[in-house]
C-alpha cells in the first residue's frame, strides 16, 4: 500500500473557456511545489494525483502543497489493489476507536463488479463487524467518513479526511503587481492576499543604507522568501533612498518628511514597475493605521503616481486582523524582529496627519526630484527569490 496525495482544485474550474490557462497555471505551480520531492504528479478526472514519493515525505509534501493557490482540499489516501478485502484491510487503519462514521464510494472504473451504493454497503458492513459495536453508521452526520475510489487500473485509493487547501486562484493568472516591502507585519501579508487572486509578485523595498543595517535587509529578503513560497517565486528590489531623506531633512520642513519621503516611494515604485511590466502597485496600508495612512496621506502618495492603480488590500482591516493573517501566513516572528525601517530615519516629533497638497507642493519645490530619483535608481539591486 501506497500514500497518494489527491488534489481538488478551487474557482478555476468555473472559469469556462479559460479553464485549459488556469490549470495550466496551477499544475506548473503545483510541480514547483514538489519540485525538491521525487514525486509524479498526474491529472484524472478533474482531480491531480501526487505519487510515487517516498511514504515519508507525505506530510511535508502537503505543508508545500497548503501554499498553492487554487488548491481547494486535498486528501492523504492509501493506493491498495480493488480486492474488497485489500480495501478493508486500509479502511480499518482510518476508523476511529468509536463513533459513527459512512462509506462513500465512487467508480472511476464502471467495469468494478460491485456498483458504488454495493461498495459501500458491504464495506460498511465489513467495518462494523470489526470494530465489535464500537461504531456505527449515520449517513447525515457521521463523525469519520471512509472514502473509496476505484480506479482504472484495478486499483483503488481509500481515505479519510478533507483538508483544506489555501484556496484562491492558481498564481500566474492575474498579472504581475509590484508589492512595497517593507519590513513591517503588513506588506507581506497584502502581497499574499494579492497572490491569492492570481497575481505574479514582485518586490520593492527601500533602505536607507547606513542608517539602517545590514540585518534590517536580510529581514526583509527573509520576508520575501517567505512570501515567495506562495507566490511561486519573487524577486526583490532594492532601492536606497538615504541621499532623498538626507536632501528632504536638509531642505524642507520636518513635518513633511513622511509624506514627502512616500511620494517620492510611490514615483520611483511607478517607474520600476513599469520597466519590469508589473499592471499595479500593492502596499500593506490600512486607513487610519498611523499617521501617513489618513485618507489625505493616502491620497497625497497617490497622487505622484501617474498610470498604474494601487492596491491597498488591507485598507479596511484592523491590526489585529492582519496579525492574524501574517501569523498563519508564517511571516509574524519574521516581521517582529526589531530592525530599524527607512521611515523611522529622521523621524519628525509631529509628522502632519492631514498634509495639504498645496504645502507639500511648495516643500517639494526646494528639490531636485528627478535628480534624486535618477540617483535612486543607481543604486538599485535585484535578487531572485
Ligand atoms: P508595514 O507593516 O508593511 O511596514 P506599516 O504599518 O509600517 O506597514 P507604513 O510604514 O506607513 O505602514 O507603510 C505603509 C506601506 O508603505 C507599507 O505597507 C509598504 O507597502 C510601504 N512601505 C513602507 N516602508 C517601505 C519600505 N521601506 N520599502 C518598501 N515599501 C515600504
Ligand atoms: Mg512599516
Do not use: W
Request: with cysteine; charged share 25%.
Amino acid at each position: 500500500m501506497k500514500k497518494v496525495i489527491i488534489i481538488r482544485y478551487s474557482e478555476i474550474y468555473l472559469k469556462g473557456k479559460n479553464r485549459g490557462f488556469f490549470e495550466r497555471a496551477f499544475e506548473t505551480n503545483l510541480r514547483r511545489a514538489i519540485k525538491d520531492f521525487d514525486a509524479e504528479l498526474i491529472k484524472q478526472s478533474g482531480r491531480y494525483l501526487v505519487q510515487d514519493f517516498d511514504d515519508d515525505c507525505a506530510e511535508e509534501i502537503m505543508e508545500k502543497l497548503k501554499k498553492v493557490f487554487g488548491l481547494h482540499t486535498m486528501s492523504l489516501a492509501y493506493e491498495t489493489s480493488a480486492d474488497l478485502n485489500d480495501i478493508f484491510e486500509v479502511a480499518k487503519t482510518l476508523c476511529k476507536e468509536e463513533g459513527t462514521f459512512k462509506v462513500e464510494s465512487h467508480r472511476g472504473d464502471k467495469r468494478y463488479p460491485l456498483t458504488s451504493v454495493e461498495i459501500s454497503k458491504k464495506l460498511g458492513g465489513m467495518l462494523l463487524d470489526y470494530a465489535k459495536g464500537k461504531l456505527s453508521v449515520d449517513v447525515h452526520t457521521p463523525s469519520f467518513t471512509i472514502r473509496v475510489d476505484i480506479r482504472e487500473n484495478n486499483r483503488a485509493l481509500v481515505f479519510g479526511e478533507f483538508i483544506e487547501g489555501a484556496n484562491g486562484m492558481p498564481v500566474g493568472t492575474a498579472g504581475k503587481g509590484l508589492l512595497l516591502l517593507s519590513g513591517g507585519i503588513d506588506s507581506p501579508v497584502a502581497g499574499h492576499m494579492m497572490a491569492k487572486r492570481g497575481m505574479t509578485i514582485d518586490c520593492l523595498h527601500f533602505h536607507s543604507y547606513p542608517y539602517t543595517n545590514m540585518q534590517a535587509k536580510e529581514k526583509v529578503v527573509d520576508l520575501a522568501r517567505i512570501l515567495s513560497e506562495y507566490t511561486c517565486g519573487t524577486k526583490l528590489y532594492t532601492v536606497k533612498v538615504t541621499h532623498i531623506q538626507e536632501a528632504i531633512h536638509e531642505k524642507c520642513k520636518p513635518q513633511y518628511m513622511i509624506t514627502i519621503l512616500r511620494r517620492f516611494m510611490y514615483r520611483i515604485a511607478e517607474r520600476h514597475a513599469l520597466r519590469i511590466h508589473a499592471t499595479c502597485l500593492i502596499t500593506g496600508e490600512s486607513l487610519g493605521q498611523v499617521a501617513s495612512q489618513t485618507i489625505e496621506g493616502m491620497t497625497s502618495s497617490n497622487s505622484v503616481v501617474e498610470q498604474l492603480p494601487v492596491l491597498r488590500p488591507l485598507v479596511g482591516f484592523d491590526k489585529n486582523e492582519i496579525i492574524e493573517r501574517s501569523v498563519k501566513m508564517g511571516a509574524y516572528e519574521t516581521s517582529i524582529l526589531p530592525f530599524e525601517d527607512c521611515c523611522t530615519v529622521f523621524l519628525p516629533d509631529f509628522p502632519a496627519i492631514r498634509p495639504q497638497i498645496s504645502e507639500i507642493l511648495k516643500e517639494e519645490a526646494k528639490l531636485d526630484i528627478e535628480g534624486l530619483i535618477a540617483e535612486a535608481f543607481e543604486s538599485i539591486e535585484k535578487i531572485v527569490i
